[in-house]
């Protein structure tokens, strides 16, 4: 089975300010990782996604991400957060040779001026 | 390019009804997904269609059924509607070849139901 956690519902930083979303994931078998993001009554749209390779994987919007095995984490960061990025992020995972995507429960970022 | 395209937008059910959730795309891609998105479980996958032709279920699929009519069109039904099945559903398709299940996935803009 896979499957994603996200500790934290919602993350509070400041304008300006470095943020971290954080991702955990469990699968069997090598895992691609992906990182999607919520406006209000929207889909969802791509950030980023590690496959292989680089562990820092860089992203739309000035957002990166992380990858860390031993740990089993893809931490979402940006170095200086905008207002603009308020939202609701999403970690989903799919392992691969197979197609199932599997997301997390979200976690909502407020940005505050 | 108009990506992937859901209808309708809203629904309002009473119990016991039913209905069919449409998506199409047009990106010619092989796999496709149904997910349901409620406050406080992020998305839940109900059904998957790696290719045509095939469907499998996902982590809440009770009360649901789908159809990949072809390549470009994923159903998914409500047989009997229940106000638990309240929600706002995404339907996503990705490019995916054998083991190349490396790509993301593209997202509709969902379709608000609400069973009463």
């Known amino acids: 089975a896979q499957s994603v956690a996200q500790p934290e519902d919602q993350v509070n930083v400041a304008e300006g300010n470095p943020l971290t979303v954080k991702c955990t994931y469990s699968v069997s078998g090598n895992p691609y990782l992906f990182w999607y993001v919520q406006y209000p009554n929207r889909g969802l749209q791509f950030l980023l996604k590690y496959i292989t390779g680089d562990n820092l994987v860089k992203g739309s919007y000035g957002f990166e991400a992380e990858f860390n095995k031993s740990q089993t984490s893809f931490h979402l960061k940006k170095p200086s957060a905008l207002v603009s990025d308020s939202a609701l992020y999403f970690c989903a995972v799919r392992v691969y040779g197979f197609q199932k995507l599997v997301f997390g429960t979200g976690t909502r970022l407020l940005v505050s001026p | 390019n108009a990506g992937v395209t859901q209808t309708p937008k809203f629904q309002v059910l009473k119990t016991g009804q039913s209905m069919t959730l449409q998506c199409a795309q047009d990106m010619n891609h092989n796999s496709m997904y149904w997910y349901r998105q409620d406050p406080g479980m992020g998305l839940r996958l109900i059904y998957y269609s790696a290719s045509e032709g095939t469907t499998d279920k996902g982590e809440v699929p009770n009360g649901y059924n789908v159809s990949r009519l072809n390549k470009r069109e994923f159903s998914l039904r409500l047989e009997s509607a229940a106000p638990s099945q309240t929600s706002v559903y995404f339907c996503?398709?990705?490019?995916?070849w054998g083991t190349g299940s490396n790509t993301e996935a593209f997202f509709g803009q969902g379709t608000r139901l609400t069973v009463v």
């Open positions: 996503a398709s990705s490019e995916t």
